[in-house]
């Protein structure tokens, strides 16, 4: 009888109350582990990592994730210029708030399935996500967030370095086995503002997790 009214407690919490306690265990989880995240990075770092955590049920982020001193404020002030996000996938366009990012004017671009990407691709033998974002390079980009393609990442790298893109944050969690970590290294060591989440794990879940914590915070 206990076993069952714990259940029907538990099913009482309100929809609207799910999010805020999913934080409060977060937090009082890491809390029991005196963990460093909690005292090493800013409250606005910390909110991002905490809900790459609420996003994917894994406390690892709290160890991997890595952030420019000036990653937050540069995603904050491209949201609030009205800037664009773009994103290597359309589960990533799906996923970001898009109510919040309208608000202050700025749209998510994903140019993933377009046939003129599918054209470019073949015409210059480069991955769709590469083609997607050499033809995104021109639609007012702030954020860059990637997820999914590793191959996506490192185009946006050498496009910045060639001049060929200025995005105010590039958000880079590849997920993979396959040029994932290499490079999330190589972002890590760039001087322009970046997140990314070091090793193997990652996804399109913490690149959307990580816009949105920032939408929150604009």
Excluded: W
């Amino acid at each position: 009888m206990h076993k069952i009214s714990s259940v029907i407690d538990i099913l009482k919490i309100a929809p609207r109350d799910i999010e805020a306690e999913s934080f409060r265990i977060i937090e009082r989880e890491l809390t029991a582990q005196d963990h460093p995240v909690l005292t090493t990075l800013t409250q606005e770092e910390f909110a991002v990592v905490r809900r790459c955590i609420h996003a994917t049920g894994d406390f690892a982020f709290a160890d991997t994730m890595r952030f420019h001193p000036r990653a937050v404020t540069a995603g904050l002030t491209a949201i609030r210029a009205g800037k664009n996000i773009l994103v290597d996938v359309n589960m990533a366009a799906a996923g970001i708030s898009r109510g919040l990012l309208e608000r202050f004017g700025g749209r998510v671009i994903c140019r993933i399935g377009e046939p003129e990407t599918a054209d470019l691709a073949r015409a210059e033998n480069l991955t769709r996500s590469e083609a997607a974002f050499l033809r995104a390079s021109q639609d007012n980009i702030g954020i860059v967030a990637i997820g999914n393609a590793p191959t996506a990442l490192l185009q946006a790298m050498e496009m910045i370095r060639t001049g060929l893109f200025n995005p105010d944050l590039v958000i880079g969690v590849p997920v993979g086995f396959v040029n994932a970590v290499e490079s999330k290294d190589i972002l890590a060591d760039k001087p322009y503002p970046h997140i990314t989440a070091l090793g193997r794990k990652g996804g399109t879940p913490v690149a959307v997790a990580s816009v949105n914590a920032l939408l929150r915070l604009a």
